[in-house]
């Protein structure tokens, strides 16, 4: 940026301990809810249940387009002159902006666990390619897992997209 500047980097004696009290108590939590779930079923059962997997997502052409639209919806009411815009001017700076999140996390959690399924699926139809070396396994892999994973995807790319918008207004 073309600034000297001198920055100290300390490390405080209370951040270290506040976060490793942070940690001990996920930490214990965590071993109490374990604790719970094994005390609460047999060991038998736990292991069925493990056997069982999951069950394959279902996919909604509805919902993906769905997703799309609210995605695209709401990309579109972001990028609308604040001044100028009328759904700006009606609902206000604060509720305008929680309208804008909640479309877009709605409509990307959607994106993630619909359209991802959807695709896959059709991938699995070209069966030439789909037998086709570890692509079996993979898809199989991806189809079942996507239910556990979209949340994450979808805030990895929520956090993604806030964090590139902040620095491109910088």
Not at 18 to 26: D, M, P
Not at 101 to 119: A, C, Q
Not at 132 to 155: E, V
Request: proline fraction near 1%; glycine fraction near 6%; aromatic fraction near 10%.
């Amino acid at each position: 940026m073309g600034y000297d500047v001198i920055a100290n980097f300390s490390i405080s004696s209370s951040a270290i301990i506040n976060t490793a009290i942070v940690f001990l108590i996920i930490a214990l939590i965590s071993s109490i809810q374990g604790y719970l779930l094994i005390y609460r079923f047999k060991l038998l059962e736990l292991f069925r249940a493990e056997a069982e997997g999951e069950k394959e997502p279902e996919t909604s052409i509805l919902i993906t387009l769905l997703s799309i639209s609210l995605i695209g919806f709401g990309y579109w009411i972001a990028l609308q002159d604040m001044g100028e815009s009328k759904i700006w001017h009606n609902l206000g700076m604060g509720t305008t902006a929680l309208v804008i999140l909640m479309m877009v996390v709605i409509g990307t959690y959607f994106l993630f666990s619909k359209l991802t399924v959807t695709l896959l699926k059709l991938s699995t139809k070209n069966k030439k390619r789909y037998w086709k070396g570890s692509r079996l396994i993979g898809t199989s892999q991806l189809l079942y897992r996507i239910k556990a994973n979209a949340r994450t995807l979808t805030i990895i790319a929520v956090l993604s997209a806030t964090t590139s918008s902040h620095f491109v207004e910088i």
